[in-house]
């Protein structure tokens, strides 16, 4: 008879066990179904993306990250830290596209687009840029004072003092305050 709430004990356990592998299989078949957006032969940056709202409430994101083509045609993969795809984008001339497990969104710009995928406006077309260590060419920059490494550009402040490492900085400052770190991969980093 004292077996008997042991063997209740393991039956609740294996159905848990289960239900978990069932629920990671579903969610994996769900970001299976997402095709990977890079065009073959373009160059790809990759890292770790944080990004952080200070709004009411705080926003934030952490993961990985893909990027891929240019401003005007190119594609940013965004995965957990577990690899789970969290959303894709792809744009060209005259549209861009959102997918998640389960949605697609289709927008007239990269900067809508952006909104929506990120909860803020953030110029994802300066962005390549950025991440290079260098001023967007198609909007005015000013060196960071006092010869600090880095550069402002459309209200942003981005840092490239441990560039080197394959960090970047931005902070735009405007309510609500936006903060953006990048981690590129080694493949990566250069120097600027």
């Known amino acids: 008879m004292a077996d008997a709430p042991r063997q209740g004990g393991a039956e609740r356990v294996s159905r ?29 940056l990759s890292g770790r993306l944080s990004l952080r709202v200070d709004s009411d409430p705080v926003r934030a994101l952490s993961a990985t990250f893909e990027l891929s083509g240019n401003a005007q045609s190119g594609a940013l993969v965004l995965s957990s830290p577990l690899g789970a795809t969290l959303a894709q984008a792809r ?3 005259g549209e861009a596209v959102l997918e998640t497990p389960g949605a697609r969104a289709r927008y007239p710009d990269l900067d809508s687009l952006a909104e929506q995928a990120l909860g803020e406006r953030v110029p994802l077309a300066a962005l390549f840029d950025w991440l290079r260590g260098k001023p967007w060419a198609d909007a005015p920059s000013e060196s960071l004072p006092s010869g600090e490494a880095g550069f402002t550009q459309l209200g942003w402040r981005v840092g490239l003092a441990r560039y080197s490492e394959g960090w970047v900085d931005a902070k735009r400052d405007a309510a609500p305050a936006v903060t953006m770190r990048a981690r590129l991969d080694a493949a990566g980093a250069a120097t600027p």
């Not at 289960?18 to 065009?39: D, E, F, I």
């Open 16 to 44: 848990w066990l289960l239900a978990m592998a069932v629920a990671a299989l579903g969610l994996l078949s769900g970001c299976a179904s997402l095709t990977p957006p890079h065009a073959q032969g373009s160059q790809m």
């Open 91 to 93: 744009w060209m001339p």
